[in-house]
């Protein structure tokens, strides 16, 4: 096939940042009027390529060719010209202003001579974009006061508007109803039929098989391979997502389950999850799996004290307990590594040392005088405990890369008397040898007698670090897997595909 | 896991050292100095100059929890008024006959709750910010003291009140002496508590302060209530001066403590800033109004002085860095 | 949902409005008296204008306190310009007002938008600096009416067709600043850097000059009230107006202007300056001493934010219910 026949064409994208590198050599070919899903874990460089292709990061390396003719993005408007729109899952948007505002900012439709906005003509035009795509609210509608999936079609309409020939979705369908996302669908084959091309990014395999006719898998910031849909199976395709066999990268030790540490009976929190309830044990990892929106992390930082939930009971070694803060939290013996460190976990600004104590400083003072030399010894002690690589405790902890930086969050969780962990993602964006570093820790603490709770996205890493795991969709748990119905089959079929959707289940003759 | 060998010595660095905001303090206080010096020739007098601290530390008590306020981001703009305000209840308490002593520990009463309620609105109604609730409090508690003495005055208070303001302990005024212990006080708490760290902790990221386990809500109000109550000290002071209260007093101090805060070094978007630099700062203003004083530049001039001073202290670090926080009033 | 809020609040500010007036009538008849209404619209007109600039600036996320002073410097130099040149045409002594008033405002402008100083310090010193400058071109002394040409004097108690001049210029304001903010790309971008600064760096809307306009655009309106503000007092003093920026903020907050920015309408500055203006005037006939009027505004502030924090918590929970998890 020769080259002008491909719509979008990249070729040997590398792309780093400080420390990391999102994107290594990576292709990728975009035929016009095809849906091309891109799949792959997080941290895959799915979003980093996203972002070189709506031009807001320049790559290092490689070429981009769009439509046949070389060409270069500097700002993410140039792409916009070229006909490139992507609808994200946060939906950035002016909450305050209508629909046809929000569609129309930027390229207004106004009078030739007096330059006055054409308020009727915008109105018309943005009413039928969302005719077209189905949907059911006015143009004059405030923004604010839409639904997520609303506000992604109104992004859509948008993205028409500038006359997009390419749209890239990022995971539209993560924070819809299975409802909505059946909308969604329908609009997307519509755009196909118009002869626009759609890359399509999802976890969710029915997604994927609805939708697209061809699959791109990232790994490790590497092009892994395309195929089409229907040549590949679920099971192939997991391998090539996540790499290798699982069991070998993880030494999992038989640690003895002891006494209930924690239990949650019917837990909800008004729009985010219900009827959540579980166990845990000392020395036993718990896993909490499903798709970004899913309402996991949400579940944690109600256990954290963050946000309160609206109903259900909390039992703590057997006593009812109501948590209202972290310090709260804590002083129970619960712990929380947050999912977003560098906002969540660190203070960047500071050195590893003050990092460190801050959520303890009672045990480095007396009478809430500060003792430094004890300060600086903790600091010290636990810096090295977890390994962290830094030549001193006062390096600053924007310094740091992702592995360090979590390493660091994790000896200010071991300042603290704790009996429950709850590490929410806790290798997110870390590299392989810091990775192996961290799981031994949580392996060591297990070992210890924590209870540990391992939210995580990540196949190979909940697999192989947990004794039991817990799946969630759209707020609920949809199952509870023991280590020996531990498949990736069965959590992702818990996790991301439907009752009711179609499961490839044909192997490839090897 | 490797085991790695991490230093918790701080090795000293001469260029750090020289080059911190307080040294340029030092410099601009010493050119101030000279400035006043030619200007004036009695400005260089030891006597003269520990009695002008008696005409510009009143202020300073307030600049002291104001540093802890901006600290974390945020900023309290009612000062002045909760000065007004305790001055004129205790002035009027007095009136009616009740005790001085009585009236004053009222005063402070006064200002540590309106304090309290500026804490209190800001920690629960969060979409607002500490701008517009201290901007409504400022008139609402300014308000107050003229629904209370209108436009007259309130005075002839006991001879012995005359002390705090006049008065010296051995040669030193008392209220350089007062402002002394109170800034010593301030600075460890600052900087030698665990209060002081969780301070610095919620100015430079408020979120993962909270995710630490840091009471940012129950921080902020006492902080807030801490400026109402040394913004009633300074009320203590300035009525003391005065020999009465009016409505209309401290009008435009918040300018002032703030640039006094600014100007020590304290960046307005949170999380840096020297209790020392503050203090610095307040010599530094204070002496500069009293040199000016000294050769009759009007009050006026002085405002467009204070005014340029303030800009010019929060210009110079934004020069630099560049960065701003979008989206705070 | 909120526009159903928005149009609901209009209507109470309109009801309330009626009901105050009314209720003032009955207590005082000298309330609806032709000589007071004139009294009441006429100083209500040069607030209004001021809040049509304060809006623009709410709506950026920003504030602006120097506007009490920057007036008086206006008022000051052009009372000045007239005492002391007699012959100068009434519209030459607003060109300069005006002028003079723009200046404070793009000075403003430059600070917040280019050396990005947070608005409130911004405003804090240069309020000073104005009001300091004020004194300073006085001697410190006032310009009094008599100093004043009548050709001056007349700027507010003459007419244009039959309306009061103050008026009329309001009126202009009003229906120049309505098509500015909803008919125009700018005016409806100074909406979207409101709203979401973010997003509008990505629509390319380029927020330094929104920012930079819009101090100016209030400060060229704060210049102009100056000069109106002189001539309807016959008088021009170094405190005049002190204090006044925040009535300006009560009218804006009162008439629904977000004060996290990005929402606010015209309609709701006129209503809310209207009941202000009505407030400011009635207190005294209600033999409500003019001591309880600092207050009372303050209270209104404080009401109106904490109002719309509680309405917008209401809907947001009504959003997060729709979610039917």
């Known amino acids: 096939m020769s080259d002008t026949e491909y719509a979008l064409e990249l070729k040997g994208i590398t792309k780093s940042f400080p420390g990391v590198k999102a994107l290594d050599d990576v292709y990728f070919k ?218 070998q990268l993880f030494p999992k030790k038989r640690v003895a389950v002891g006494e209930e540490l924690l239990r949650v009976e019917g837990l909800g929190l008004t729009g985010y999850y219900a009827d959540v309830s579980f166990t845990l044990r000392r020395g036993e990892i718990l896993g909490l799996t499903g798709l970004v929106g899913a309402g996991r992390t949400e579940v944690c930082q109600s256990l954290f004290g963050i946000t309160r939930p609206d109903k259900g009971r909390i039992f703590l070694k057997g006593k009812e307990i109501r948590i209202r803060s972290p310090r709260e939290a804590m002083r129970y013996g619960i712990g929380y590594l947050p999912e977003d460190r560098q906002k969540q976990g660190l203070v960047l600004q500071w050195a590893i040392g003050r990092n460190i104590t801050l959520s303890t400083l009672e045990k480095v003072s007396g009478k809430g005088m500060l003792h430094t ?106 199952a509870m897997l023991d280590r020996e119905g531990l498949t990736q089959e069965a959590i992702l079929e818990a996790a991301m595909v439907g009752a009711d959707s179609p499961v490839n289940s044909r192997r490839v003759e090897a | 896991m490797e085991t790695r060998t991490i230093t918790n010595r701080r090795e000293f660095s001469w260029r750090s050292f020289i080059l911190q905001w307080e040294w340029l303090l030092v410099a601009l206080i010493a050119a101030v100095f000279v400035l006043n ?164 902790a919620i100015g430079n990221n408020p979120t993962a302060s909270k995710f630490s386990g840091v009471e940012v809500d129950r921080i902020k109000v006492v902080v807030f209530t801490l400026a109402g109550l040394m913004s009633a000290v300074a009320a203590l002071f300035l009525t003391s001066r005065m020999g009465s209260s009016r409505p209309n007093i401290a009008s435009g101090y918040e300018l002032e403590v703030i640039a006094m805060v600014v100007l020590g070094g304290v960046s307005t978007a949170g999380g840096k800033g020297r209790m020392a630099g503050a203090i610095l700062a307040v010599f530094l203003i204070g002496y500069l109004r009293y040199g000016l004083g000294l050769v009759n530049i009007s009050a006026q001039t002085l405002l467009i002085v204070l005014g340029l001073l303030l800009l010019f202290a929060v210009a110079v670090p934004r020069l630099n860095a560049g960065q701003r926080t979008v989206g705070r009033t | 949902m909120s526009a159903k809020i928005a149009k609901f609040r209009e209507l109470g500010l309109l009801a309330f409005i ?168 700018t005016g409806r971008r100074i909406y979207a850097v409101g709203s979401n600064p973010d997003s509008a760096a990505l629509s390319g809307i380029r927020s330094g000059k929104i920012l930079q306009l819009v101090y100016s655009v209030m400060g060229a309106l704060a210049g102009l009230a100056g000069v109106l503000w002189v001539s309807k007092f016959a008088s021009a003093q170094g405190d005049t107006a002190t204090g006044y920026e925040l009535s300006v903020i009560a009218a804006c907050v009162l008439g629904g202007v977000s004060i996290a920015g990005g929402a606010g309408k015209i309609s709701g500055i006129v209503l809310g300056s209207i009941l202000l203006g009505i407030l400011n005037n009635a207190l005294p006939m209600l033999n409500v001493s003019a001591f309880w009027q600092m207050f009372i505004q303050g209270a209104v502030i404080l009401f109106a934010v904490l109002f719309n924090a509680l309405v917008k918590r209401g809907i947001d929970r009504n959003h997060l219910m729709r979610r039917k998890i």
């Not at chain 2, 002839?156 to 002394?180: C, D, M, R, S």
């Open chain 3, 18 to 185: 009626l009901l105050l007036s009314v209720g003032v009538q009955l207590r005082n008849p000298s309330f609806l008296t032709w000589e007071n209404l004139n009294d009441m619209i006429t100083n209500t007109a040069i607030l209004s204008i001021l809040a049509v600039g304060m809006m623009l600036v709410i709506l950026t996320r920003g504030i602006d306190l120097s506007i009490g002073a920057t007036l008086a410097l206006s008022g000051m130099v052009s009372a000045l310009a007239v005492s002391r040149y007699p012959e100068l045409h009434p519209l030459a002594a607003i060109g300069i007002g005006t002028g003079v008033g723009l200046v404070c405002g793009l000075i403003l402008g430059f600070l917040v938008a280019r050396i990005r100083i947070l608005p409130i310090i911004a405003t804090l010193g240069m309020m000073n600096v104005f009001r300091g400058l004020t004194y300073e071109a006085s001697g410190g002394k006032w310009v009094s009416a008599h100093q004043m040409p009548d050709s001056f004097k007349d700027i507010a108690t003459g007419s244009l067709l039959g309306i009061n001049n103050l008026i009329a210029i309001a009126i202009f304001i009003y229906a120049a600043a309505y098509y500015f903010v909803n008919h125009t790309r």
């Open chain 1, 373 to 478: 030399r004890k300060e600086l010894d903790i600091a010290r002690t636990l810096a090295e405990k977890v390994g962290v690589k830094a030549g001193s405790v006062f390096d600053l902890v924007g310094s740091l890369s992702g592995g360090n930086q979590q390493k660091v969050v994790f000896a200010k969780l071991l300042t603290a008397d704790l009996d429950v962990m709850i590490l929410d993602e806790p290798t997110k964006g870390v590299d392989v040898g810091a990775k192996s570093a961290i799981y031994e820790i949580i392996g060591d603490l297990a070992g210890a007698g924590y209870g540990i709770v391992l939210v995580s996205s990540e196949m190979p890493e909940i697999i192989g670090m947990c004794d039991r795991v817990a799946v969630m969709r759209e707020g609920r748990f949809t």
């Open chain 2, 37 to 200: 010096a030619n200007l004036s020739e009695y400005f260089l007098d030891s006597r003269h100059l520990l009695d002008a601290t008696m005409g510009f530390l009143d202020k300073a008590f307030i600049v002291l929890p104001m540093v802890f306020i901006i600290l974390m981001g945020d900023i309290d703009i009612s000062v002045a008024s909760i000065v007004a305000l305790s001055s004129v209840v205790m002035a009027d308490l007095y009136q009616a006959g009740l005790p001085m002593e009585w009236a004053m520990a009222v005063c402070l009463a006064v200002g540590s709750l309106c304090g309290w309620i500026n804490g209190m609105l800001i920690v629960r109604f969060k979409e607002l910010s500490s701008v517009i609730v201290t901007l409504a409090t400022m008139i609402i508690y300014r308000g107050i003291a003229y629904i209370i003495l209108e436009d007259q005055a309130a005075g002839k208070f006991p001879k012995w009140f005359k002390f705090l303001g006049w008065e010296y302990v051995g040669n030193v005024p008392f209220i350089l002496v007062a402002f002394a212990v109170c800034a010593a006080v301030f600075t460890y708490l600052l900087h030698k508590t665990t209060f002081g760290r969780k301070l610095y």
């Open chain 1, 30 to 247: 975009l035929r016009p009027g095809e849906i091309h899903a891109l799949m792959g874990e997080n941290g895959a460089g799915k979003s980093t390529f996203i972002k070189v292709i709506t031009g807001v990061h320049a790559p290092d390396e490689g070429e981009m060719i769009l439509n046949g003719r070389k060409v270069e993005f500097r700002h993410p408007t140039d792409a916009q010209k070229a006909g490139i729109a992507a609808i994200y899952q946060h939906v950035t948007c002016y909450p305050d202003l209508s629909v046809t505002e929000n569609i129309f900012m930027g390229h207004e439709k106004i009078a030739q001579g007096t330059k006055r906005i054409l308020w009727r003509e915008m109105h018309e035009e943005a009413g039928r974009l969302l005719k077209e795509l189905g949907a059911g609210f006015s143009p004059k509608t405030l923004m604010g006061a839409l639904s997520v999936a609303e506000q992604q079609i109104v992004e859509i309409a948008k993205a028409l508007s500038l006359d997009a020939k390419i749209i890239i979705m990022d995971e539209p369908t993560a924070a819809l109803t299975q409802n909505e996302s059946e909308e969604l669908y329908r609009i997307t084959e519509r755009l196909r039929d118009q002869g626009k091309s759609i890359i399509f990014i999802s976890h969710r395999f029915e997604d994927m098989y609805r939708l697209a006719s061809v699959v791109t898998v990232f790994r490790d910031s590497k092009y892994i391979g395309t195929w089409n849909v229907n040549e590949i199976s679920n099971h192939d395709l997991i391998i090539a997502m996540v790499g290798r066999e699982i069991s």
